[in-house]
């Protein structure tokens, strides 16, 4: 059974270019969530989605950045215009069910992006 | 969701048990104590997660006292394996949780030969 899988592992960008970050989540979840983490911080919540539903985006930027989980395929998270902040891991975790017993959530191995 | 403080780092060496301690002082009713763990350049893992008293697994024991302001992760002796971050988080598991995970820092244990 596979875990949650995330591509690329590593990407580097120019300032201005586009970065998309995708995930997909382990068997039989369909719960993803996106998580920053800038070096030496914890990770910060950015968005949670069901499949083709944005359930909370309260740690999103206002701005650039864009979250999606399509009926079919993987999630896919957008940076559009990237700046030099930007650079930081984004982790995807994904759960069978968003509330009760069953919402242990599982990371896959991270994004490691590089704004140049 | 409680607000949560642990220590920033600590030291061990292996084969010692290793006790953390983290303090939620405003920890809710339907509120749970969960523990992750990473390791540098990989994303965090489930470890524990407890309501009250205590609980263990294969990996570690959660101690949680009768007032649940605090919680302590015990790690039964370490190996250098264990050198990672350890997160404690306090979050509902009913309904009314968007699931959102809130991290703090976390505690650094590095785990000396």
């Known amino acids: 059974n596979a875990g949650v899988m995330q591509n690329p592992r590593h990407l580097v960008r120019r300032r201005g270019q586009e970065a998309r970050l995708r995930c997909s989540p382990m068997?039989?979840?369909?719960?993803v969530y996106w998580y920053r983490q800038l070096p030496e911080e914890g990770l910060k919540f950015m968005v949670y989605?069901?499949?083709?539903?944005?359930?909370?985006e309260s740690g999103m930027p206002k701005e650039r950045f864009s979250a999606e989980f399509p009926k079919e395929g993987p999630s896919i998270l957008r940076i559009q215009q990237v700046v030099r902040g930007d650079s930081a891991a984004y982790f995807c975790?994904?759960?069978?069910?968003?509330?009760?017993?069953?919402?242990?959530?599982?990371f896959g191995p991270g994004t490691r992006l590089t704004v140049l | 969701l409680a607000k949560t403080t642990q220590p920033i780092s600590m030291d061990s060496y292996e084969g010692q048990e290793v006790n953390i301690t983290c303090s939620h002082n405003n920890i809710a009713t339907n509120d749970y104590i969960t523990w992750y763990q990473q390791f540098p350049s990989q994303g965090p893992r489930f470890i524990i997660q407890?309501?009250?008293t205590k609980v263990t697994n294969e990996v570690a024991s959660l101690f949680i006292p009768a007032d649940r302001k605090s919680s302590t992760l015990s790690l039964p002796r370490v190996s250098l394996s264990d050198t990672a971050v350890y997160y404690c988080l306090v979050g509902e598991r009913g309904s009314g949780n968007t699931g959102k995970l809130i991290f703090g820092q976390g505690t650094t244990l590095q785990v000396k030969p």
């Open positions: 989605l069901q499949k083709e539903n944005i359930i909370d």
């Open positions: 975790a994904s759960s069978r069910s968003g509330t009760g017993v069953a919402n242990e959530q599982f």
């Open positions: 068997k039989g979840h369909s719960h």
């Open positions: 407890g309501y009250k």
